[in-house]
């Protein structure tokens, strides 16, 4: 659903530009700060003495933080603009992050992650209804994008994180410095943000339970979540025990499904700008399984990293595509839709990594990790399920 004349005619072209490339740097600091934290999960391990019950326990918390906010998210969005809601949740997950290695008990910590994760799920639907509502002003496809931004955003977060570890940095002194810097990023891309509230055009009554189109997107959002938290977790290790890569080689298959898919975001807005999104959603879970595919065949390392490049490039897209259709989801504000979305794709995620350990242990990880492949069959299915 484009912007009407009058609320294209609201903001200067010049305007609209400015807003782009803050949501741009929004995207890429919210993907910075999450690869920070994946490098990092290992330093919260060792700093509080946890064993892998205890960090579990941390882990569901900020899981159950993130989710219980979704909730209300598009409620407060509504109340106060995405601009005033990224700017506070912003400085809530900085503040957290950089708390995370301060010395203190697990209930203490567990209620920094739950804060934390809550910070995440505001901040994430904030920058995604205003990459919807950029797209309703102007006409022109940009959530593709962004999400490539995010992608981007991940790799050097990580890539950084690396470094300063290598270079021997505390990591609480790490923590402390990108919680500063992220909320002074944010705070500065926030100015530029426009001053809109999407669900200005619908009354917005507060999360219900997705059901229709809502749950039909939901539903295909934790399919794709969950084969994506399955690659970050499983794929490196499948590589070195079921393939037989090297340990160098093996770290090569996060790095080639995340270098595919941010690449692939990047043409994304192109691509759905000619294809529709049924037909681009079902073409990309048909790639997503035959990438996988490939590499549950192969014992050839070279062959299995060409594999999962091609799983990065079936799912690029498909987290762009259900969020602006259920911002556009009728009678359903905008930013109520992608919290609906995002709630249920969140619990995919989460779920993801430790449905593929249990078949694992059952059975064998490649077994684990035909769950990927079943998920790219289920999203290429229910694809025709999108509204055109």
């Known amino acids: 659903m484009l912007a009407s004349s009058s609320e294209q005619s609201a903001h200067s072209a010049a305007q609209i530009r400015a807003a782009r490339w803050a949501t741009r740097a929004q995207f890429l600091v919210f993907g910075g700060l999450g690869g920070l934290w994946g490098v990092h999960v290992p330093s919260v391990k060792s700093h509080h003495g946890l064993d892998a019950a205890a960090l579990s326990w941390v882990l569901l918390a900020l899981a159950l933080g993130a989710v219980l906010c979704l909730t209300q998210a598009g409620r407060v969005i509504a109340q106060v603009g995405a601009r ?4 506070v949740s912003g400085a809530v997950m900085a503040a957290a992050l950089a708390a995370v290695l301060v010395p203190g008990d697990l209930a203490t910590l567990m209620a920094v992650a739950a804060v934390l994760g809550a910070g995440i799920a505001q901040f994430d639907v904030a920058i995604n209804a205003e990459g919807s509502e950029l797209e309703a002003i102007s006409g022109k496809k940009v959530m593709s994008g962004f999400h490539g931004m995010f992608s981007l955003g991940g790799m050097a977060g990580a890539g950084l994180g690396a470094l300063a570890i290598r270079a021997a940095v505390p990591p609480s002194l790490q923590l402390a410095a990108a919680g500063a810097a992220v909320a002074a990023a944010v705070a500065v891309a926030c100015a530029f943000m426009l001053p809109v509230r999407p669900a200005g055009r619908v009354a917005v009554s507060g999360y219900r339970l997705p059901r229709g189109a809502l749950a039909v997107l939901g539903g295909l959002a934790a399919v794709g979540l969950l084969a994506e938290g399955a690659i970050y977790d499983w794929s490196v290790l499948y ?6 890569a090297a340990p160098a080689v093996a770290a090569l298959g996060f790095a080639s499904f995340s270098a595919a898919m941010a690449a692939t975001r990047f043409a994304g807005d192109a691509l759905r700008t000619h294809i529709s999104a049924p037909r681009l ?16 065949w192969t014992r050839q390392p070279a062959v299995a990293l ?21 911002s556009r989801v009728p009678g359903v504000a905008a930013a109520d839709g992608i919290a609906a979305v995002s709630s249920i794709g969140y619990v995919g995620m989460v779920i993801g990594p430790p449905l593929v350990g249990g078949i694992a242990h059952l059975s064998s990880l490649g077994w684990g990790l035909g769950v990927i492949m079943v998920g790219g069959l289920m999203l290429a299915l229910g694809a025709r399920r999108l509204p055109h």
Request: charged residues 5%; glycine residues 14%.
């Open 306 to 326: 060409i594999g999962l490049a091609v799983v990065g490039i079936g799912f690029a897209n498909v987290v762009p595509i259900l969020f602006m259709a259920a």
């Open 281 to 296: 959603l079902a073409g990309s879970g048909w790639l997503a399984a035959a990438g996988m595919a490939l590499v549950l």
């Open 239 to 244: 590589l070195q025990e079921d393939v037989g």
């Open 84 to 87: 005033a809601a990224a700017l």
